[in-house]
């Protein structure tokens, strides 16, 4: 095979990886130990235990099967954070049904196309999120029944999970008659989550239980040292990638998950102190502002032994003054996408210190290589080129689009990642930049032509393309760069709110707009995004 002889292989996986159904995996996990808290509010301090999860749950499960739902349906969540949001998706995945997460800040038409694609029979709501929902419920192709999770009555038109339940369930039903349906784990789909492409429309990216089943078996192997049970503040919205995996994994070693709505400095310290946090797990943008908020000396923090920072890249000075500041032994910074399930480069952390500004060493039961962009031939250490990866937690695909699956992983299994690195004479990899025009802002993927297909659509521009700039606490921002259309006059502010009207908000001109007299594209009319960048730096 071409350039085969430049491969780095992730040691041997020392935990197996279960063929059992993730639904079955953490519904035994559950089933497990004595009650004790599973979820905890960060604000009013609620719990939910692991029994009560469980109770709720099957409850919810029972309920779906009888109202009819089989393995080809799909069940949608689309909520903010709170206690409630693992029902719905356990309950599915206990049935083998595929569950899909949508942002609560979806705007109209972005919930309308990501609807689309994976067509949910059922989409369990908040009330926060119902009314974006309800809007776009009768323009779909398969009419889903909506459900609130989060209060105990019927809301604007959606029944309340509790009024479900009681529908769809015997009266006699009891917990321990329920049992979870088995799935071909290889090929049945556990999650559709949403990763934007180069065409600027999001992509439905199928993760199989086999692939998360690896994930959590790969995470077992490489932090045998840490304790399972230590509690998490999960921040990151758990409809995105990051998030989702946390409470799972979570759930699956029995540990304890302190669940923020929304971030709030003051509320986020005082969890880490109360809770006895040990284990930090962040995203760059609160990695900068641990690194550099004065409240960080209003709180004990001392608890704090390891600092892991995910969903995108993180600078060696944030790094260093993190180290000192909570004086760690390291910051652990690891590299995944959506399509790899979670990371799959990471440091390892039993072993040699990691280098700052490494992503770490291939995981175990894992391969990567670094692959020359004009001849596909791998390449050696410090040589730069696309990084491509294979192993048990490489997706199925995207959801109905083969031609995109296809572009993605090769033959051979390797998936394309779009991103250039290289690695070191140790296997440290680092990731320098992107192959693909996507932007990361916020830990989430923001593709160029969706903005630039916002932009054209002013009446008062002629043209439009957009970049990633680097920003402190976001990691990247659009920037935006405009030509007016004939005796037009567009104003920066004018741009900025258009596209604000149109998509979530981190996908918000925060970079900018810079008026040019002509975008620089290439003989086939294709926008040559590098050459402004260049300019942009100049």
Request: hydrophobic fraction near 40%; include cysteine.
């Amino acid at each position: 095979m071409m350039g085969e002889e430049h491969i780095i292989h992730g040691a041997e996986l020392k935990v197996p990886i279960s063929n059992k159904s993730l639904g079955e995996e953490l519904y035994n996990a559950l089933m497990r130990g004595p009650e004790a808290p599973i979820f905890i509010d960060a604000v009013s301090g609620e719990t939910v235990s692991n029994k009560c999860l469980l109770k709720n749950s099957v409850r919810l499960a029972e309920s779906i099967r009888n109202f009819g739902l089989t393995q080809d349906d799909v069940v949608a969540i689309c909520s903010e954070n709170n206690l409630y949001f693992a029902d719905p998706v356990l309950a599915a995945l206990y049935c083998g049904i595929p569950v899909t997460t949508f942002s609560p800040h979806y705007t109209e038409g972005e919930l309308l196309y990501v609807a689309n694609l994976s067509q949910p029979s059922i989409i369990f709501c908040s009330t926060g999120s119902s009314a974006a929902v309800l809007k776009v419920k009768d323009q779909l192709k398969v009419t889903p029944k909506l459900i609130i999770i989060d209060q105990k009555d019927d809301y604007e038109g959606c029944q309340s999970v509790e009024n479900f339940v009681k529908d769809n369930i015997s009266k006699n039903f009891e917990i321990n008659t329920f049992v979870p349906s088995p799935v071909n784990v290889r090929d049945h789909v556990a999650f559709i989550l949403y990763s934007s492409g180069t065409s600027g429309l999001p992509k439905g990216v199928m993760l199989t239980h086999y692939n998360y089943n690896a994930s959590i078996s790969i995470f077992d192997d490489v932090l045998q040292s840490r304790p399972r049970n230590s509690p998490a503040v999960a921040f990151v919205p758990l409809c995105h990638a990051f998030g989702l995996f946390t409470i799972s994994i979570k759930i699956a070693w029995g540990g304890v998950v302190v669940i923020m709505n929304k971030f709030n400095p003051e509320v986020y310290m005082k969890c880490i102190q109360d809770y006895k946090v040990d284990d930090l797990i962040v995203v760059p943008s609160i990695a900068n502002f641990l690194a550099k908020s004065d409240l960080v000396n209003k709180y004990d923090l001392s608890c704090v032994k390891g600092i892991f920072c995910g969903a995108a890249g993180l600078s060696k000075d944030i790094q260093q003054v993190l180290i000192e500041r909570f004086k760690v032994k390291d910051i652990q910074q690891s590299y995944g996408m959506t399509e790899t399930t979670t990371g799959v480069i990471s440091p390892l952390l039993n072993t040699k210190d990691n280098t700052l500004g490494s992503c770490g060493c291939v995981l175990p039961s894992v391969s990567a290589k670094i692959v020359d962009v004009d001849t596909e031939k791998s390449v050696g250490p410090m040589q730069r080129g696309e990084l491509w990866c294979r192993g048990p937690v490489i997706m199925k695909g995207y959801i109905n689009n083969p031609e995109a699956t296809d572009d993605a992983i090769d033959k051979d299994g390797w998936l394309h990642t779009g991103d250039i690195a290289y690695y070191d004479e140790h296997g440290a990899f680092y990731v320098v930049d992107r192959l693909k025009e996507i932007m990361k802002c916020k830990g989430f993927q923001v593709a160029p032509a969706e903005l630039e297909s916002i932009l054209i659509n002013h009446p008062k521009v002629a043209d439009a393309a957009v970049i990633g700039v680097p920003h402190e606490r976001d990691g990247e921002v659009p920037l935006a760069f405009v030509v007016s259309a004939p005796n037009q006059v567009p104003t920066e502010k004018e741009m900025q709110d258009f596209v604000a009207g149109q998509v979530a908000t981190y996908k918000h001109l925060k970079g900018g707009v810079k008026f040019l007299t002509m975008i620089p594209r290439n003989a086939n009319g294709k926008i040559l995004h590098r050459v402004l960048r260049e300019q942009y730096l100049k």
